[in-house]
């Protein structure tokens, strides 16, 4: 199984529509966990971190489920300019700074 | 602008080329990573220096060798390489702290021929 797994999509999306989407995870042990974002041929960046209680960021909204180790992102208003490739990442307790990233959700907003 | 920037941005070589990336950050941070990013698979950590000293090698063949001068600094040397190393390889910086964003440079696009 992998570490974190992600749906790869395309998840086809009307622009206004909502769209979401799920990350799980295996080891327990994660501690600390985001989204990123890539677009086409770029660098990821960071879109948001996902806190226990859940967190919103304009129209993103972030979830973390910690029993059934899955972390869950929501977009409301879909734009043009969402588009992109939606990256799960943590890390875990015994390990500074190292990030695992999932192979990411690719979501396509269209017209 | 992200604080972090990479050299070259694309790179075609031979298999029995030398050549060397480049990464350089701004941010003041103390930790540096390579990573590697091929085609519809997840990142997948290199190296990582903290304080110059390198902390993680990720099992990586020795035909990438990391180095790090100083904190602002990363390189990773390229000889031999397998057409099967090509690859975006991107460069990070962070705080040593696993709660940490990490910043990532633009990557290098390298094809090996």
């Known amino acids: 199984r992998k570490e974190v797994e992600q749906d790869p999509g395309p998840f086809n999306v009307p622009e206004g529509a909502t769209v979401a989407f799920n990350c799980t995870y295996s080891?327990?042990?994660?501690?600390?966990f985001f989204w990123y974002r890539q677009d086409c041929r770029k660098e990821p960046k960071l879109l948001m971190s996902v806190y226990s209680s859940g967190n919103e960021d304009g129209r993103f909204t972030a979830q973390l489920n910690r029993a059934s180790q899955y972390i869950s992102l929501l977009i409301r208003d879909s734009k043009l300019s969402d588009s992109a490739t939606y990256l799960c990442v943590l890390s875990t307790t015994d390990s500074w700074g190292k990030l695992q990233f999932g192979a990411g959700t690719q979501v396509v907003v269209t017209p | 602008e992200t604080g972090v920037t990479q050299t070259p941005r694309h790179l075609v070589m031979g298999m029995t080329n030398k050549k060397s990336l480049k990464c350089e950050q701004h941010?003041?941070?103390?930790?540096m990573y390579w990573y590697k990013q091929s085609a519809k698979k997840p990142l997948e950590l290199m190296f990582v220096y903290s304080l110059e000293e390198r902390v993680e090698n990720n099992s990586v063949p020795s035909r990438f060798s990391p180095e790090c001068p100083n904190s602002s600094h990363l390189f990773l040397h390229l000889h031999t390489l397998q057409p099967e190393d090509s690859a975006l390889y991107l460069c990070a910086s962070s705080q040593p702290n696993s709660t940490d964003t990490q910043y990532f440079g633009p990557g290098t696009r390298l094809t090996v021929l």
């Open positions: 941010l003041g941070h103390n930790a």
């Open positions: 080891n327990s042990a994660s501690q600390s």
